[in-house]
């Protein structure tokens, strides 16, 4: 989403992003948010600016945000980090709570299962070596 | 789900839903549209809106509360045709 209007978003497609990716190939919705409306809601509409700044939302499925990132414009996004922690909200999601990832999760890396055995004990179930890949 | 709108003169805008519109008062007094609007929360309801859209060679027009029971990434940017 950003404040172009969908008719410069049709011309990108047409004139950039089909050479990076192939024509017809972008799989989401490219919104339009003139006035930065929907960006002044979420708190990345820059006024000063007039755009919608680098913000990004994790949504689930009953339309809770889970988590956000916001940077200014001249830094990118890791897309890699963004599906990583969709997957662990989605691990947390599926035990109903019970589990939580730790610092460093990633698919296949040990959760945790809070309670009341685990307090004072997290140093023995997780080091600090699984803080990086 | 995205649903195909006709494409008239008009540029189309969309914006927030099932919340007040924001006061016209903002045009007649820029200052007080400065004020810095509080962040959305995390564990809290995403906000609503409706946004015109391009999608699969088509313009249309989607809402957020229609991708309820799916997971959403929602990312903004400065613009088109910039560089990162």
């Known amino acids: 989403m950003s404040t172009d209007s969908m008719f410069v978003h049709k011309m990108w497609v ?48 009953d339309g809770v945000i889970q988590g956000f990132e916001v940077l200014t414009p001249p830094v990118g996004r890791n897309v890699a980090e963004t599906l990583r922690q969709v997957q662990a909200f989605q691990v947390v999601r599926g035990s109903a709570g019970a589990q939580a990832t730790p610092s460093g999760w990633r698919p296949g890396k040990a959760v945790l299962t809070p309670g009341p055995g685990l307090v004072g004990n997290v140093w023995q179930e997780w080091k600090v070596g699984m803080a990086f890949d | 789900m995205p649903k195909e709108q006709k494409v008239g003169c008009a540029r189309p805008t969309g914006g927030v839903v099932g919340e007040a519109a924001p006061p016209e008062a903002n045009q007649a007094a820029p200052a007080a549209a400065k004020e810095v609007r509080p962040m959305v929360q995390v564990g809290k309801k995403a906000p609503d809106f409706v946004a015109p859209c391009y999608y699969e060679g088509k313009f249309a027009s989607v809402q957020l509360s229609e991708y309820l029971g799916k997971w959403v990434i929602l990312c903004f940017y400065p613009g088109d045709f910039t560089f990162v």
């Not at chain 1, 992003?17 to 509409?45: H, N, T």
């Open chain 1, 14 to 61: 047409d004139h950039e992003l089909s050479k990076m990716v192939g024509a017809g190939a972008i799989p989401f919705p490219m919104l339009s948010d003139g006035g930065g409306r929907v960006g002044s809601v979420y708190g990345v509409y820059d006024q000063d600016a007039g755009v919608d700044v680098r913000g990004r939302f994790i949504i689930d499925p």
